[in-house]
C-alpha cells in the first residue's frame, strides 16, 4: 500500500486536510505531518521539513512513500523540502507534470498551493503518487549524479555504468 505524508500551513490547512481524507477514502495509507487544528501564526518550513524526512526514511526502508505538502506559497515550500538529504520536491497544478517529475526526477515530494482547487489539486496528487520513475540508465544516473552532488558536493561521474537492472524503482 502507498503511503502518503501530508501536511499544510495556515495557507493550506483546509485543502491538505481535505487531499488527506480524499487520499485515505481512496486506499491510500494516511501520515498526517501538521497541526491538529488551524494555526494562523505557524511557519511552513517545519512541515516541508518533516515530510520530507518522513518520506526519505519510509524510501530508504523499502515503503512506497511520498509526501505531499499544502502551503500559503507552494514556491517557498519546495525550497525548503528540498533542504531535506533525499528530497526532490516538485511544484505543479498539472498531472502532466507531476507525472513528468516522476518519470524524468524521481520527484518524492509535491507541493501545491493553499489556494489550489479541490478537485484540480486531487488530479494532480493522483497523478504525482500513480507515476513511476522512467525506468532506464539514463534516468538511473541522473537521479545518481543529483544524489552525489547532494552527498559530496561533486559529481565525479561514477554512476555512468549502471545497467537496467541496477535502477529498478517500483511504486505500485
Not at 75 to 89: C, D, E, I, L, P
Not at 90 to 105: D, E, F, L, W, Y
Amino acid at each position: 500500500m502507498t503511503r502518503i505524508h501530508f501536511a499544510a500551513d495556515h495557507g493550506g490547512y483546509e485543502l491538505g486536510r481535505a487531499l488527506a481524507a480524499r487520499a485515505e477514502k481512496d486506499g491510500f495509507e494516511i501520515v498526517w505531518h501538521g497541526e491538529n487544528a488551524l494555526d494562523p501564526d505557524d511557519d511552513y518550513p517545519i512541515y516541508a521539513v518533516r515530510v520530507g524526512a518522513a518520506v526519505v526514511t519510509d524510501q530508504d526502508a523499502g515503503i512506497d512513500a511520498f509526501g505531499v505538502l499544502v502551503v500559503d506559497e507552494a514556491m517557498a515550500g519546495t525550497v525548503a523540502a528540498n533542504k531535506v538529504n533525499g528530497v526532490r520536491a516538485i511544484t505543479t497544478t498539472s498531472p502532466r507534470a507531476a507525472m513528468t517529475g516522476r518519470q524524468v526526477v524521481d520527484a518524492n515530494v509535491l507541493v501545491l498551493d493553499g489556494v489550489s482547487y479541490e478537485p484540480s489539486a486531487w488530479l494532480v496528487v493522483y497523478a504525482f503518487v500513480r507515476t513511476g520513475m522512467e525506468q532506464t540508465v539514463q534516468r538511473g544516473r541522473q537521479i545518481l549524479q543529483i544524489e552525489e552532488y547532494e552527498n559530496a558536493g561533486t559529481i565525479e561521474g561514477w554512476a555512468v555504468q549502471l545497467e537496467p537492472e541496477q535502477i529498478l524503482i517500483s511504486h505500485e
